[in-house]
């Protein structure tokens, strides 16, 4: 009997030792491990990046119907507004000022056309107010900085 207690608390004790090391290399292992972070194409810099971005997207607004590779061209577009998006919404600084405004609204509506009518070339209305809201994105942007 008293054995077999001995035995019952040498398990129990056992368990807990090996639950904990468990959770010992868990924890060690997770935090020693690298985390690889999508890359991004921007820079920091609010106004190269803007003026970048707008010059690779009135590139892409140009791209004829029929060229063969308007697929890839869709692709970077909207991993470019991704990127533009993601690295300056949440920047008080920026998102307050004129040009991030117009820039999110271009941005969007081009972005909304690829994603929604993905094998539809950009409509010529679509393309002009593209055009004029990039464009004046960019003024505005040289101007604040």
Request: charged share 25%.
């Amino acid at each position: 009997m008293f054995f077999a207690r001995i035995n019952l608390s040498f398990s129990k004790f056992i368990m807990k030792a090996l639950s904990i090391c468990i959770a010992f290399v868990i924890c060690f292992g997770l935090s020693l491990s690298p985390s690889y972070a999508a890359q991004s194409t921007m820079s920091g810099d609010y106004a190269k990046d803007t003026i970048s971005v707008v010059k690779a997207l009135k590139g892409a607004i140009e791209t004829p119907k029929d060229a063969s590779n308007k697929e890839e061209v869709r692709e970077e577009s909207l991993s470019l507004i991704t990127d533009y998006i993601s690295r300056y919404r949440n920047r008080g600084l920026v998102n307050k000022t004129q040009s991030f405004t117009t820039m999110q609204t271009a941005l969007n509506a081009m972005a909304g056309h690829y994603k929604n009518f993905a094998s539809r070339p950009l409509p010529e209305k679509l393309k002009e107010r593209l055009n004029k809201e990039l464009s004046l994105a960019e003024k505005m942007v040289l101007r604040e900085s």
